[in-house]
């Protein structure tokens, strides 16, 4: 049970800091509170099921296929529904939750509200201290990390990474400074969209492809980003990982546990934010000058 606890905790930890971070660069660059980002997790989960049963492309190649669909899909409605009206951060809210619904309606359109399921893409499972670990768990764990790993690089190292990094800090002096404000913001929103996609082609053969399932990781997305701290992208990835052992371990140890994973997730969020309101790594709120 221990080696469950660990693997589902680290999977789950892993899915929500992909989300959460994928959300906080779209906040912090563009000032948009996407509802409908993990609508596009759920759409590269379908686009990986028709790549592999209707298209019958290799797994592997199918992830990549839902990735670039849900990643052009985000870039093409950002364009179109969401720039134009960015600044209106109450109408951005109500459209990007309409976003998230058209997208729910669209793929049960095309593929019912059946459940559907999505072959693993590394087929397979070793034993350790007796307990049977898929090659599919431990391909989620190791690509989460190098994606992880990868972005903390660019955004560090590379001059996009530092112009993503100044316009999130405060976008009237970086375009004082020559950068395309509106260029950067569009390219945030396509790496965010893509970590969607991503997380959600690479999850989708250890869960259930239906119309509904992004419903569930937008609320723990939601609790991540504000118990780590609006913004803060280091802030989410520790507070991943707290709600994610925080499920596995109400799912393994408690009767009835999968029914209360997440109010008890929530209820550690709301705990941690009345001891510190700006969440973990947040900074500490200020009056509007």
């Not at 093409?76 to 529904?81: L, R, S």
């Not at 499972?125 to 007796?130: H, K, P, Q, R």
Request: net charge neutral; hydrophobic share 60%; aromatic share 10%.
């Amino acid at each position: 049970m221990i080696i469950d606890i660990i693997i589902t905790g680290l999977i789950n930890g892993g899915t929500y800091a992909l989300l959460a971070i994928g959300f906080s660069l779209i906040f912090g660059v563009a000032r948009i509170v996407n509802i409908a980002h993990t609508a596009f997790y759920m759409v590269a989960s379908y686009c990986l099921y028709a790549a592999t049963f209707k298209f019958g492309l290799n797994p592997l190649l199918g992830m990549l296929f839902g990735v670039a669909v849900s990643t052009l899909a985000g870039v093409i409605t950002y364009k179109i529904f969401i720039a134009p009206i960015r600044e209106h951060e109450a109408v951005v809210l109500i459209a990007t939750i309409a976003l998230a619904m058209a997208l729910q309606e669209t793929m049960q359109l095309i593929f019912t509200g059946d459940y559907l399921s999505v072959p693993a893409l590394l087929p397979g499972y070793m034993t350790l201290f007796g307990a049977k670990v898929f090659y599919q768990h431990l391909l989620t764990f190791f690509s989460v990390l190098i994606i992880l790993g990868t972005l903390h690089l660019f955004l560090k190292k590379s001059r996009l990474g530092l112009a993503i990094r100044s316009t999130a800090q405060d976008r009237e002096v970086a375009n004082l400074m020559g950068m395309n404000e509106a260029r950067v913001a569009t390219i945030t929103v396509a790496i965010s969209v893509a970590l969607a996609g991503f997380t959600g082609a690479v999850i989708a053969p250890l869960t259930i492809v239906e119309p509904h399932m992004w419903l569930h990781p937008l609320i723990m997305m939601m609790a991540v980003v504000v118990l780590g701290g609006l913004g803060s992208m280091k802030g989410s990835f520790y507070a991943a990982y707290i709600l994610g052992f925080a499920e596995a371990l109400i799912v393994f140890l408690v009767p009835m546990g999968a029914f209360l994973k997440g109010s008890v997730a929530l209820s550690i969020m709301v705990l941690v934010l009345l001891v510190r309101p700006e969440g973990l790594c947040g900074i500490a709120f200020e009056e509007e000058r």
